[in-house]
């Protein structure tokens, strides 16, 4: 089966990278249970021994800043250069790699923790558990990892980007408990699921979990 998801994701970020800058400038400001859950997910890094935490997906890099601020070693990896190319701008001591999490450029058990924010959304469901399988090689056994998503079923299509331009970008929204399925069948433990806004439309979920020791 021919697999465009990829080269349609990228095109769509690398079209709509500033729309979409400009659409979670200062997201994090009024998101309390985000900053939560980044705030435990460094101190567990931390408690773990510390060391390179991947931000896989990071978009403009406000997430691998963040997490920079908490004290993590925290690097961003993106499928869009155009996306890359502004994280690298505007936070320019940070490193951002362009990359897929389909097949990271990382050793094995090379990362102290991993992060992908609304990342998956975009990965279809016959090649999520590749990227878990890619998420649990790279993560050293008893590493945080950190995974959030759109909350519902099925899979929403657009055509224009927040800049006006057309895009061919797909979006799946997931339940937690089969995201937690997934990391399992992957080798991950999970530790903590929690459900933001759940009386909303579209509501917001992170799952905590560890790679087996
Ligand atoms: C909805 S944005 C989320 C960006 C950021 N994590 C945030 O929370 O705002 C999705 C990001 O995932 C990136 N992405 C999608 N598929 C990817 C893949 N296979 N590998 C790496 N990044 C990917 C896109 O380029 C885009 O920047």
Request: include cysteine; proline fraction near 7%.
């Amino acid at each position: 089966m021919a697999d465009t998801w990829l080269s349609d994701t990228r095109a769509a970020y690398d079209t709509d990278a500033s729309g979409y800058t400009e659409r979670v400038r200062g997201l994090l400001d009024d998101k309390p249970y985000l900053r939560a859950s980044l705030a435990l997910f460094a101190e567990s890094v931390q408690a773990a021994g510390g060391g390179p935490v991947a931000d896989v997906g990071c978009g403009p890099g406000y997430v691998t800043e963040h997490l920079r601020d908490a004290g993590v070693d925290a690097f961003g990896i993106d499928l869009s250069p155009e996306m890359v190319a502004i994280a690298r701008r505007t936070y320019p001591r940070v490193r951002f790699d362009v990359g897929t999490m389909t097949d990271l450029d990382l050793a094995d058990g090379s990362l102290a923790g991993l992060v992908a924010f609304w990342s998956i959304i975009h990965v279809p469901d016959h090649a999520l558990p590749g990227v878990f399988a890619e998420f649990h090689r790279v993560t050293r056994p008893g590493a945080p990892v950190l995974i959030g998503f759109h909350v519902g079923e099925g899979v929403r299509h657009s055509s224009e980007g927040y800049t006006g331009r057309p895009v061919s970008l797909d979006s799946h929204r997931r339940r937690p408990y089969s995201v937690a399925d997934l990391l399992r069948d992957a080798g991950f433990t999970i530790e903590a699921e929690l459900l933001m806004r759940p009386d909303e439309d579209v509501p917001g979920a992170v799952v905590f979990a560890r790679p087996e020791r």
